[in-house]
């Protein structure tokens, strides 16, 4: 194990850890936007910047993809540090100027909202790759990824068009950190504007109610053979009332 100081606390890397992580488990908060624990670190936000010294100098990196595993000091509200997360707000604010969770950071580390222009007052994306890392690593299809280049850069299905492999699970919306993936149900259809995409939805035969996608439970059985007939709620109740039988049995 390393030795981690961290803001004056002491503590150890484990196997495995970064520092985002240790500076968690000891109670220490930094700003991760593009982080997830489902997936692989990622580094793309920026916010999670913090000083690092060793062996006499110092130098910036990201919490989330600096391994623990070396003997280090590390500062996470030096003056160093906060400007460096100012000006990464900033810039990020020119990207999404109504992401929410930004605007809260800017007024904790004072940066300034309007500093950058912003060419898309409604863009609420930062590009920070959740959503494509979670519809790759976890759910499994890649239903969306990264286009372009540059300013022009964003996310999307290919050509911008109905996904032929979206299972409409929703795992992207869930993961999104600044709300800007759109998931809106009505009648039996699931509509996922921000992709372009319209999935099925399967109605529960106990409450009739339409609760998930019918090619979301269909993966769910193939890949790892689980069977969801009922929703989530009336399978509760169900759950509630054979225990209760149990209970009461002699």
């Given at each position: 194990?390393?030795?981690?100081?961290?803001?004056?606390?002491?503590?150890?890397?484990?196997?495995?850890?970064?520092?985002?992580?240790?500076?968690?488990?000891?109670?220490?908060?930094?700003?991760?936007?593009?982080?997830?624990?489902?997936?692989?670190?990622?580094?793309?936000?920026?916010?999670?910047?913090?000083?690092?010294?060793?062996?006499?100098?110092?130098?910036?990196?990201?919490?989330?993809?600096?391994?623990?595993?070396?003997?280090?000091?590390?500062?996470?509200?030096?003056?160093?540090?906060?400007?460096?997360?100012?000006?990464?707000?900033?810039?990020?604010?020119?990207?999404?100027?109504?992401?929410?969770?930004?605007?809260?950071?800017?007024?904790?580390?004072?940066?300034?909202?309007?500093?950058?222009?912003?060419?898309?007052?409604?863009?609420?994306?930062?590009?920070?790759?959740?959503?494509?890392?979670?519809?790759?690593?976890?759910?499994?299809?890649?239903?969306?990824?990264?286009?372009?280049?540059?300013?022009?850069?964003?996310?999307?299905?290919?050509?911008?068009?109905?996904?032929?492999?979206?299972?409409?699970?929703?795992?992207?919306?869930?993961?999104?950190?600044?709300?800007?993936?759109?998931?809106?149900?009505?009648?039996?259809?699931?509509?996922?504007?921000?992709?372009?995409?319209?999935?099925?939805?399967t109605r529960c035969p106990s409450c009739g109610r339409f609760f998930a996608p019918e090619v979301q439970l269909e993966r769910l059985r193939e890949k790892v053979s689980v069977e969801c007939t009922v929703c989530p709620?009336?399978?509760?109740?169900?759950?509630?009332t054979k225990l209760a039988l149990l209970r009461t049995s002699p």
């Amino acid at each position: 194990m390393a030795k981690i100081i961290i803001d004056g606390i002491e503590t150890e890397g484990r196997e495995g850890e970064t520092i985002l992580d240790v500076a968690r488990r000891v109670g220490i908060d930094i700003p991760a936007l593009c982080h997830h624990p489902a997936v692989e670190p990622y580094g793309a936000c920026r916010l999670c910047v913090v000083e690092v010294i060793d062996r006499g100098g110092s130098r910036m990196t990201t919490a989330c993809t600096y391994p623990a595993i070396w003997d280090v000091e590390v500062k996470t509200q030096s003056e160093k540090v906060r400007e460096a997360r100012r000006v990464v707000i900033e810039l990020l604010l020119g990207r999404a100027p109504k992401a929410r969770r930004l605007l809260e950071l800017a007024e904790e580390y004072g940066a300034q909202p309007d500093r950058f222009a912003a060419e898309d007052p409604d863009n609420r994306c930062i590009l920070c790759g959740l959503c494509v890392r979670v519809c790759d690593e976890v759910v499994g299809v890649s239903a969306i990824g990264f286009q372009d280049r540059g300013v022009n850069r964003d996310v999307g299905t290919p050509l911008k068009i109905q996904s032929e492999v979206c299972i409409g699970c929703g795992a992207c919306a869930a993961v999104c950190p600044t709300d800007a993936i759109k998931i809106e149900d009505e009648g039996d259809t699931r509509t996922i504007a921000t992709w372009n995409t319209q999935v099925k939805l399967t109605r529960c035969p106990s409450c009739g109610r339409f609760f998930a996608p019918e090619v979301q439970l269909e993966r769910l059985r193939e890949k790892v053979s689980v069977e969801c007939t009922v929703c989530p709620e009336c399978a509760a109740r169900e759950a509630a009332t054979k225990l209760a039988l149990l209970r009461t049995s002699p």
